[in-house]
Nanobody, 121 residues
Framework: QVQLVESGGGLVQAGGSLRLSCAAS????????MAWYRQAPGNERELVGG???????HYGDSARGRFTISRDDAKNTVDLRMNSLKSEDTAVYYC???????????????WGQGTQVIVSS
């Protein structure tokens, strides 16, 4: 079955940096758009940014200029590099991909379990 696993979260001081990674099994990233979302307690899920199959990136207002999304189709991974972190960046960060999964083969919107990022002041 499809499994997306985020890693790299943790506790970081304001102004610091983190690099999150998303690795997948049961689905091939190549040819599919991918995105990062986040959700803080009591808040709605928010788009951090996305990346197309060709590598074009777009970001939400809160991430633009500080965060960078990249993909490595050979490794079947997508990364989120976060700089100049603020307290309001505290959230669970989720990896998302739309595409064809295996066992069963199904086109769907797939999500990882999330990784916690806590930014302290």
């Amino acid at each position: 079955q499809v499994q997306l696993v985020e890693s790299g979260g943790g506790l970081v001081q304001a102004g610091g940096s983190l690099r999150l990674s998303c690795a997948a099994s049961g689905i091939i990233f190549r040819g599919n758009p991918m995105a990062w979302y986040r959700q803080a307690p009591g808040n709605e899920r928010e788009l951090v940014g996305g990346i197309t199959a060709s590598g074009y990136t777009h970001y939400g207002d809160s991430a633009r200029g500080r965060f960078t999304i990249s993909r490595d189709d050979a490794k079947n991974t997508v990364d989120l590099r976060m700089n100049s972190l603020k307290s309001e960046d505290t959230a669970v960060y989720y990896c998302n991909v739309k595409g064809w999964g295996e066992s069963p083969r199904r086109f769907d919107d797939y999500w990882g379990q999330g990784t916690q990022v806590i930014v302290s002041s």
